[in-house]
């Protein structure tokens, strides 16, 4: 198989349930198979093809599956370093500078949660002047509070970039990556 076939069929695309919500993101080669399948159609397709003996076939970006798929339970967005980074744009929210490490905003030696509400993204010299104490013993403000991330974008992708074809049907804006 040339390279260039090999990096089409690993690349990613978004699966829609039969009403248009958004599932999941799956290898282009998955929704290849859905589609000669007849378990999905094509919504949005690249310019590149896949040929076989006797299908040339766009390569799906957006699939969208036939039958309704009921989702048995609501997706959490997992927490971590990176989606935290993502969420709060890589800038410290104490002082704006570039952040390189989180932060407990209500400190774990004092009560505080490991969850999306207590933690922020913080750059070195705000966390170490911080420490374990409270913003009110530094007369700190936050300037939003922290938040779980929502929307299909986060329960989907994470802190994985978007692909600029998927937005309008996440429902994410030009400027957001995820």
């Known amino acids: 198989m040339p390279p260039a076939a090999a990096r089409v069929t690993?690349?990613?695309?978004?699966?829609?349930?039969?009403?248009?919500?958004?599932?999941?993101?799956?290898?282009?080669?998955?929704?290849?198979?859905l589609v000669l399948a007849e378990k999905a159609v094509s919504v949005d397709a690249a310019a590149e093809e896949v040929h076989s003996e006797?299908?040339?076939?766009?390569?799906?970006?957006?699939?969208?599956?036939?039958?309704?798929?009921?989702?048995?339970?609501?997706?959490q967005v997992p927490l971590s370093r990176r989606a935290v980074f993502t969420r709060d744009s890589s800038t410290c929210v104490y002082c704006g500078s570039s952040a390189t490490s989180i932060d407990h905003v209500v400190p774990r030696s004092r009560g505080g949660t490991h969850t999306w509400d207590n933690v922020v993204a913080a750059c070195r010299r705000c966390n170490h002047t911080k420490?374990?104490?409270?913003?009110?013993?530094l007369g700190w403000k936050l300037p939003h509070p922290p938040h779980t991330p929502s929307g299909a974008a986060w329960r989907l992708l994470g802190a994985r970039t978007v692909d600029p074809r998927w937005r309008e049907w996440l429902g994410v804006p030009e400027s957001v990556s995820a």
């Open 54 to 75: 006797s299908v040339t076939l766009p390569v799906p970006v957006v699939v969208r599956l036939t039958r309704y798929v009921r989702v048995p339970y609501p997706a």
């Open 10 to 33: 690993t690349a990613a695309t978004l699966l829609l349930n039969a009403t248009y919500e958004p599932l999941c993101v799956v290898s282009s080669r998955r929704a290849i198979v």
């Open 131 to 137: 420490a374990d104490r409270s913003l009110a013993e």
